[in-house]
Each structure stands twice: as structure tokens, then as C-alpha cells.
T-cell receptor
Framework: KNEVEQSPQNLTAQEGEFITINCSYSVGISALHWLQQHPGGGIVSLFMLSSGKKKHGRLIATINIQEKHSSLHITASHPRDSAVYICAAAPYNNNDMRFGAGTRLTVKP | DGGITQSPKYLFRKEGQNVTLSCEQNLNHDAMYWYRQDPGQGLRLIYY???????QKGDIAEGYSVSREKKESFPLTVTSAQKNPTAFYLC???????????????FGPGTRLTVL
């Protein structure tokens, strides 16, 4: 079993819809990262969180440490949000990260 | 602008040849990483380096080698011993101070290697 599981694997939405991507992890962590990978392959960091909730524009990330679960929400989705979203867990006392397989989001106009 | 560069973006090699992928960063980061990405799988760690002249094997180091002679550079060599080298390779860097996991990791644009 992977240490970081994401769902769904693929997601297609209509422009304007509310999107939720889920991430469950089995390791104790010091932080949980959400990353975005565009079709060209480059990866950018969206959020890094260890508790509660963070918001940046139309993106919201939440984490429940007790349940070892995090969600990434996109409000009013837009075709430019189409990308692969990756959840990554940073374990305690370890500079490595464990990555989920990613969720491929396609937003249709 | 500060960032990580990887070159080339696409690389083709014949089976049995060694190939070296370049990774350079001007972020003054101590830690650098090499990951491999295959379709449907999460990024897997090949090698990482916390400081110049030191590096550690990751989960899938077999068939790969690295060097860290300069802080800015962390080249990865894919040797002929790597059984399935065709993949997307990502380099990353991060500051190593503070609590592990709390520092943002910056990624390069990646190199797609195809072995024919």
C-alpha cells in the first residue's frame, strides 16, 4: 500500500464547478504539500500546511492531522486549472517527501 | 531570476549508452534531489544531497549515479545498468535549515529521457 493515496485519479469538470481532490497518508508528517504539474511537466508548489486550512485565490487546502487526510478545493474552476495535482507528505525527522500518484484534472469550457 | 534549470528538456539515447542529465540551481539551496516520474505513479526518489561532496541513495538508486562537487550543480548519470531508463526526470532543491518538511521544495522543468 502506498504511503500517500490520492483520489480520484482522474477528474473532469465543467467550467465553474467546485472541485475537491482528496489525499490520505499513513506516515506521521511534519507538513503536507500540494503541488501542481502542468502538461509541460514543471511542478510548482501550491500549499504547505501542517494544520487547519490555507487559502490562495480560488484554491483552498485543508488538513485533518488526526484522520491523516487532506483536501484541495478549487472554487469556480476554469480551463486553466487543468493540470495534475500532487499531494506530498513530509515525514518527521526526514528531509525526503512521499508523493501521491497525482490527480489529473480537466476543466472543460 | 532564481530557479532551477534542467537540460535538455528532451533527450534520446540508444540502449546501452550512459547519459548525464544536468541540474543547476541559483537559489543557494543546500539540499538537492533527483526524482523519477512514470505514468500513474508518484515521484520516486533516486538520489539526494544535503551538502556539497555528500549524497545519499533514495528508493530507486540502482543504475544511477550522481556527484555534488558544487553547491549549484547536481548532475545525474543514467547508466546502462538501469533496466528501464525511459522516464521523466525531475530535479528539486530546498533549504535544509529548520524543521524537516517545513521548507518549500522547488522543482526544475524536468527532462524527458527516451531510450531507443
Amino acid at each position: 500500500k502506498n504511503e500517500v493515496e490520492q483520489s480520484p485519479q482522474n477528474l473532469t469538470a465543467q467550467e465553474g464547478e467546485f472541485i475537491t481532490i482528496n489525499c490520505s497518508y499513513s506516515v506521521g508528517i511534519s507538513a503536507l504539500h500540494w503541488l501542481q504539474q502542468h502538461p509541460g511537466g514543471g511542478i510548482v508548489s501550491l500549499f504547505m500546511l501542517s494544520s487547519g486550512k490555507k487559502k490562495h485565490g480560488r484554491l483552498i487546502a485543508t488538513i485533518n492531522i488526526q484522520e491523516k487526510h487532506s483536501s484541495l478545493h478549487i472554487t469556480a474552476s476554469h480551463p486553466r486549472d487543468s493540470a495534475v495535482y500532487i499531494c506530498a507528505a513530509a515525514p518527521y525527522n526526514n528531509n525526503d517527501m512521499r508523493f501521491g500518484a497525482g490527480t489529473r484534472l480537466t476543466v472543460k469550457p | 531570476d532564481g530557479g532551477i534549470t534542467q537540460s535538455p528538456k528532451y533527450l534520446f539515447r540508444k540502449e546501452g549508452q550512459n547519459v548525464t542529465l544536468s541540474c543547476e540551481q541559483n537559489l543557494n539551496h543546500d539540499a538537492m534531489y533527483w526524482y523519477r516520474q512514470d505514468p500513474g505513479q508518484g515521484l520516486r526518489l533516486i538520489y539526494y544531497s544535503q551538502i556539497v561532496n555528500d549524497f545519499q541513495k533514495g528508493d530507486i538508486a540502482e543504475g544511477y549515479s550522481v556527484s555534488r562537487e558544487k553547491k549549484e550543480s547536481f548532475p545525474l548519470t543514467v547508466t546502462s545498468a538501469q533496466k528501464n531508463p525511459t522516464a521523466f526526470y525531475l530535479c528539486a532543491s530546498r533549504t535544509s535549515g529548520g524543521a524537516p518538511g517545513y521548507n518549500e521544495q522547488f522543482f526544475g522543468p524536468g527532462t524527458r529521457l527516451t531510450v531507443l
